[in-house]
């Protein structure tokens, strides 16, 4: 099992940047491939971004894409979700979430996530 934390969110003028980051604890945390998702009020979660177990391999959505970044630190057991020129409608509650079952591939589908944080807000204001 690991426990997901996710830090960095906050308030932030359009085209503005943010680092958003997910700890996750326990020693097979490289196990996991990971994902962010990410759900403003009144709409469903989304699929943003994920990254393999080793790192070999990542999945941007497109409305992000050229935007934002997916990285992770095996040594320090984090995530990274790097958001540049960050628009209004980037505004949610971002979280982050470990798949146990993909070795070498991700997944966009958010069933496919066993374990997630409790979600970090991004506020992007005009």
């Known amino acids: 099992q690991v426990q997901l934390v996710e830090s960095g969110g906050g308030l932030v003028q359009a085209g503005g940047s943010l680092t958003l980051s997910c700890a996750g604890s326990?020693?097979?945390?490289?196990?996991?491939?990971m994902g962010w998702f990410r759900q403003a009020p009144g709409k469903e979660r989304e699929f943003v971004a994920a990254?393999?177990?080793?790192?070999?391999?990542?999945d941007i959505t497109d409305f992000v894409k050229g935007r934002f970044t997916i990285s992770r630190d095996v040594a320090k057991n984090t995530v990274y979700l790097r958001m540049n020129s960050l628009r209004l409608e980037d505004t949610a509650v971002y979280y982050c979430?470990?798949?146990?079952?993909?070795?070498?591939?991700?997944?966009?589908?958010?069933?496919?996530?066993?374990?997630w944080g409790q979600g970090t807000q991004v506020t992007v204001s005009s």
């Open positions: 326990g020693r097979t945390f490289s196990n996991y491939a």
């Open positions: 979430a470990a798949d146990s079952t993909r070795t070498w591939s991700v997944s966009r589908t958010a069933g496919a996530y066993d374990y």
């Open positions: 990254i393999s177990r080793n790192g070999g391999r990542t």
